[in-house]
């Protein structure tokens, strides 16, 4: 029975483990459900309570919905960091997806309710539900392929077509579903979709076998202690000052601003002590330098992030209310237009990696650093054309569809620059000990650039689209120039990691990573 289990384990389609496309669907519907849910939140909490074809919504402002949809998409990403943990010390990922699936299925199930209480309740499960299985499902895809394996880098990339075939296919449906039938079918179709993805798990566990299991480790000195890391920090002057000077900040923002930011400010806290005393354990100053580096570069993925999730906040809103949506006497459900991204990503991903595969090849400047800065750049130029928007709406009191269109396609180019290059970064620069650790940050940092879109987003009820529009372009341009300016010494403190990785590569490089890049 045992060889029974072990052989269909190691069965492939198309190259890969099976279990990859298991995988792959189980994501690929969560990511429906997210997605579809993220484009209706901001629209169902602005939508009047009467009067609407769609239905009731919560009639609140659009500054009060903002300011709820930067909280929740924050803390769906930084519930990330206590889903590793409970993986990691408790039940492994197996389990930890297995219960996020559910946790989502009854979560979204609460939606379908329209009692208040039960769209707080919802929110609160899915937070959980995706902290729990987003982190640990990837972590199972790197599991499926052995130390060294080359397919291992093609089997991400299959997974996240699976992400973005899910925000694709959400957007395109999800938006129809509640113009025909309301805002509660949508919802409910959400969790109709996640239980789909449940039963494929369940379904797929012969195939997953010898991935995400729990393994009780035996306590060692290599072993990774949060407890004893905060416990040094009282032996450290420095480091507990400057959490001491933090702990005040935060206890202010508590009192003068509201008790959700003191939370927040604590949390920040407390990770900035954990990660100044990993600093300093560090044994090499090409360690330290490395990791200092990598902090930096979180900086330019909260910046990223906070434009970027306009998408789900302001510029949502934008279209619904300031975009002529008609094409051809159908007016388009603003949800759809979420769709571009997920389509362009599946249309553009390969072609940009290959771009990028090619100017490696040449010795052109083709670093982490740089594709990161060039994405938030890029990124950045995607909101001059919602500046354009804003402009033509105060001229004639409607704007085109075609700047969202290109608005999209910008913001587009620039994630396939920033996002999967971070990841990989991350797994370059971090010290092995705390590689989990560091994804969690990553997501954490992925979290507050959320926080921070929400709260860009509010202040144009204030200062207006136009202004807050103008604004975006101006800063990300600005900070992804800095970061160029600053390429050669941050390159420098890196120690070379990505030329090492070139020369060794490079035997392989022209018959194996153009081939990656173009499939």
């Not at 993805?197 to 480790?217: A, D, H, R, S, W």
């Not at 008790?259 to 360690?287: S, V």
Request: glycine share 12%.
């Amino acid at each position: 029975m045992a060889n029974t289990v072990k052989a269909a384990h190691q069965k492939e389609l198309f190259g890969h483990p099976i279990g990859l496309y298991i995988l792959f669907l189980t994501e690929m519907w969560e990511r429906f459900s997210y997605y579809g849910m993220r484009a209706l939140l901001v629209l169902y909490m602005t939508t009047e309570t009467i009067g609407d074809p769609r239905g009731a919504g919560l009639g609140w402002t659009s500054k009060e919905a903002l300011a709820l949809y930067g909280w929740y998409t924050m803390l769906v990403y930084v519930a990330s960091i206590p889903g590793g943990m409970i993986a990691d010390k408790l039940i492994g990922q197996k389990k930890s997806v297995l219960l996020g699936a559910i946790v989502l299925c009854l979560g979204h199930g609460v939606l379908v309710l329209t009692d208040i209480w039960a769209f707080y309740t919802g929110l609160g499960l899915v937070i959980l539900g995706v902290g729990l299985l987003k982190p640990n499902i990837s972590t199972m895809v790197g599991g499926l392929y052995k130390e060294g394996d080359i397919r291992r880098d093609k089997g991400f990339s299959i997974f996240y077509i699976g992400i973005n075939l899910g925000s694709l296919l959400a957007t395109m449906i999800v938006g129809l579903v509640v113009a025909k039938w309301g805002w509660h079918a949508g919802f409910g179709l959400a969790g109709i979709v996640m239980v789909i993805g449940l039963i494929n798990y369940l379904y797929g566990q012969k195939y997953l076998v010898e991935v995400g299991n729990y393994v009780p480790t035996k306590a060692d000195e290599n072993e990774v202690s949060y407890g004893k890391l905060y416990a040094k920090l009282f032996k450290s002057p420095k480091q507990l000052v400057f959490t001491g000077i933090l702990l005040l900040a935060s206890f202010y923002g508590w009192y003068t601003l509201e008790w959700g930011f003191g939370l927040l400010f604590l949390f920040l806290t407390a990770i900035t002590a954990l990660l100044m005393m990993i600093y300093k354990e560090l044994d090499t100053q090409e360690f330290k330098d490395r990791f200092l580096v990598l902090l930096l570069s979180f900086i330019m993925v909260i910046i990223f992030w906070g434009a970027f999730e306009q998408a789900g906040g302001l510029m949502n809103l934008y279209t619904e209310s300031k975009t002529d949506r008609n094409l051809f006497g159908w007016e388009i459900p603003t949800v759809m237009f979420q769709s571009l991204n997920a389509g362009f990503i599946i249309l553009l991903a390969t072609g940009i990696a290959s771009i990028w595969a090619k100017r490696k090849l040449k010795g052109k400047e083709a670093s982490s650093l740089f594709k990161m800065a060039l994405g938030i750049i890029i990124m950045g130029f995607g909101f001059l054309f919602m500046v354009f928007a804003a402009m033509e709406f105060d001229k004639s009191g409607s704007s085109s569809m075609i700047w969202l269109v290109l608005a999209y396609l910008f913001h587009t180019i620039g994630e396939l620059c920033i996002s999967p290059v971070a990841l990989s970064f991350i797994t370059k620069l971090a010290p092995v000990k705390y590689a989990s650790l560091m994804m969690g940050v990553y997501f954490a940092a992925t979290g507050l650039g959320n926080k921070v879109a929400g709260i860009v987003g509010e202040s144009a009820s204030e200062y207006g689209e136009l202004t807050i529009f103008s604004g975006i372009v101006i800063f990300t341009v600005v900070i992804g120039l800095i970061f160029i300016a600053l390429l050669k010494p941050l390159k420098r403190l890196t120690h070379g990691v990505e030329e090492s990785e070139r020369i060794l590569k490079h035997e392989e490089a022209e018959g194996f990573e153009l081939a990656d890049a173009s499939e």
